[in-house]
């Protein structure tokens, strides 16, 4: 499946069980939200999860924009990419947990044709609060899914407080032609997670305790990209349509040595594509300092073997095509602009930053208190006075 129609057929499957397409193409939170970005298809929707009204009903689907600096330093490994998108279903004290757990079992196996001995289940085991999930438990066996009880890494929760509950990760085998599925997802890595269907059912208290929610609620969430690699039976999301176009261009423009550094740097042009085309500017400061972050180790990491290689070599068909995929509307043009005006910003700033870290004072292992000064005084980074330390 090409990835537009691996979503119409998560997006028209729930339409048509009754559940209402909502808006999930920014990046940004609402205003009154403290995040800099959305980390998670649920986060936009907490409010409703604990009992708010929605204004389009009780049962919910949607494909959602993400960003996560907390995985920054993974990517470069087959799975990791700095933004990301999320489908996702919810039943908003609607229908129960069983109903989820059905309709996502006849979606995997019907709509996206992944045959169900291919399928593995984990589910909460029960803890010191809170009891196994037989209910969750008795519906696989039921749908004749093989699953596991396992324990804390069964139980979703947003945070050290807020809402929560038992949950139901689906797992699909990914052995290759001709090797049956062995093991358990527990056991053997070959076993990986697609899908998470969380039974929203308790409010955890800054103090630890957990609180009945009056309306028990349904989230879902599937990483598309994951979805996509194992649909179209790829070793890696780079190896996807979706990352086809960076992965196609990047080697052809610049060697770079070894995979995770081309893996790099194709993830975060493309991170910083999808972030411009929201509308972030790079800047010291909150989104724009996470975008200057994603512009400046793209950089580093394509300039270690040649200083020489610059952004004005990048076509304007890759960021076209992530711009296209993510229905931005800001045109290749101007982010490519934007990207080289970043570049040149960050060229100066490493000329300045090389006779700086060249004076005599500097000549010695450096202290918190120097990296401090430097960024303080002269605007260079941690990372980035490491980075001149080494190439001198």
């Known amino acids: 499946m090409h990835t537009d129609q691996v979503v ?39 409010p409703y999860l604990l009992g708010r009204p929605h204004p389009q009903g009780r049962r919910l689907v949607n494909l959602q924009r993400c960003l996560r600096t907390t995985d920054l330093d993974e990517v470069g490994d087959p799975t990791h990419l700095t933004v990301f998108e999320m489908l996702g279903s919810w039943s908003l004290g609607d229908y129960g947990h069983s109903q989820s757990l059905r309709w996502g079992y ?17 589910v909460f085991g029960g803890d010191d609060q809170v009891g196994p999930d037989h209910h969750s438990l008795r ?14 890494d069964n139980w979703w929760s947003n945070g050290p407080a807020g ?13 290759g032609p001709g090797i049956p599925p062995q093991g358990t997802p527990t056991t053997d890595p070959r076993w990986v997670e697609i899908w998470n269907h969380v039974h929203m059912r308790y409010l955890r208290r800054e103090d630890g305790t957990l609180q009945p929610l009056r309306q028990p609620g349904i989230d879902t969430g599937m990483g598309l990209e994951r979805l996509v690699t194992v649909l179209q039976e790829r ?28 893996r790099l740097v194709c993830d975060h042009l493309r991170s910083a594509v999808v972030v411009l085309g929201d509308g972030v500017r790079p800047s010291n400061t909150g989104r724009g300092y996470v975008l200057r972050r994603l512009i400046r180790r793209l ?5 270690r073997e ?3 290689r610059t952004l004005a070599d990048l076509p304007e068909e890759p960021v076209g095509h992530t711009l296209d995929h993510f229905r931005q509307s800001a045109g290749s043009g101007p982010v490519r602009e934007q990207l080289l005006d970043e570049e040149r910003r960050f060229t100066l700033l490493l000329e300045r930053g090389r006779r700086v870290v060249s004076r005599p004072e500097f000549r010695r292992p450096l202290t918190d208190e120097d990296y401090r000064y430097l960024h303080d005084t002269h605007g260079l980074p941690r ?6 330390l080494t190439t001198g």
């Open 8 to 46: 119409r057929t998560f997006t028209d499957f729930y339409r048509e069980r009754g559940h209402q397409l909502i808006t999930g193409g920014t990046l940004l939170p609402p205003p009154s939200d403290p995040v800099l970005f959305t980390t998670s298809g649920m986060h936009p929707l907490t």
């Open 235 to 262: 070793d890696s999301v780079y190896e996807t349509d979706l990352l086809e176009p960076w992965t196609r261009t990047v080697p052809s423009l610049w060697h770079l040595d070894d995979e995770p550094s081309l």
């Open 383 to 388: 990372d980035l006075v490491a980075g001149l």
């Open 299 to 303: 950089l580093t990491t394509l300039r």
């Open 306 to 308: 040649d200083p020489s």
């Open 106 to 122: 006849e979606l995997l196996r019907d709509g996206f044709g992944i045959p169900g001995e291919r399928l593995y289940v984990t």
């Open 139 to 152: 519906t696989w066996r039921q749908l004749g899914v093989p699953v596991e009880p396992t324990g804390e």
């Open 163 to 175: 809402p929560c509950g038992p949950d139901s990760e689906i797992f699909v085998w990914t052995g």
